[in-house]
């Protein structure tokens, strides 16, 4: 079983619709994630924290569920300059001390006009 | 302030050659990470540093591949007798207490 796992996509959406992205992560252990946004031949970009609690940015909602070992991200009322891949990310600290981090291999999100 | 920087952005060698890829990270980021990116592919991880220790090189994919670290600054990544199959795009990120990870633009390398 990968670390990380997403559902590669493409996802197809109208502007204007809500969709989310799911992650699963195998390693309970993990400690700390994130998603980040990667638009064609660029690099990626930290999109966003995702928090225990639940976190909100704007259009975009992350939730963690520890319990299912899985994060979301919930993007409302799509806009074009939304369409790219989105990466999950995982991090864990094993003993050592050092990160391990882990990125998934990417949803990918095209919002049709 | 700056960001991860790269260099070169682009370089073109020959099947053979032996090619050198430098980062420079954020000014007291003590973590660095070098990945490799394939055309239409997912990040694949090489090494791991903190400080000037790579305490995580699992992800380098054969003896070709090193790298190293000048104490908690810039990373050279060298490839040794390239191979087609190394062309890619190599992305360097630095990263905070936080974790949070902050990408250079990548160098992309073709061999021919």
């Known amino acids: 079983r990968k670390e990380v796992e997403q559902d590669p996509g493409p996802f197809n959406v109208p502007e204007g619709a809500t969709v989310a992205f799911n992650c699963t992560y195998s390693?309970?252990?993990?400690?700390?994630f994130f998603w980040y946004r990667q638009d064609c031949r660029k690099e990626p970009k930290l999109l966003m924290s995702v928090y225990s609690s639940g976190n909100e940015d704007g259009r975009f909602t992350a939730q963690l569920n520890r319990a299912s070992q899985y994060i979301s991200l919930l993007i409302r009322d799509s806009k074009l300059s939304d369409s790219a891949t989105y990466l999950c990310v995982v991090n864990i600290n094993p003993s050592g001390g050092y990160q391990k981090v882990t990125f998934g291999t990417g949803t990918k999100l095209q919002v049709i006009p | 302030g700056a960001g991860v920087s790269q260099s070169p952005s682009n370089k073109v060698t020959e099947k053979g050659k032996d090619v050198e890829l430098r980062c420079d990270p954020i000014?007291?980021?003590?973590?660095l990470y070098w990945y490799r990116q394939r055309l239409g592919q997912g990040l694949e991880f090489l090494i791991y540093?903190?400080?000037?220790?790579?305490?995580?090189k699992s992800g380098l994919p054969s003896d070709r591949f090193s790298a190293e670290r000048t104490g908690e600054s810039v990373s050279t990544l060298t490839i040794q007798r390239t191979q087609q199959e190394d062309s890619a795009v190599y992305l360097c990120?630095?990263?905070?207490?936080?974790?949070?990870?902050?990408f250079g633009p990548g160098t992309r390398l073709l061999v021919l």
């Open positions: 540093f903190q400080g000037n220790s790579a305490p995580d």
């Open positions: 000014s007291g980021h003590t973590a």
């Open positions: 990120a630095s990263s905070d207490p936080m974790v949070t990870q902050y």
């Open positions: 390693n309970s252990a993990s400690q700390s």
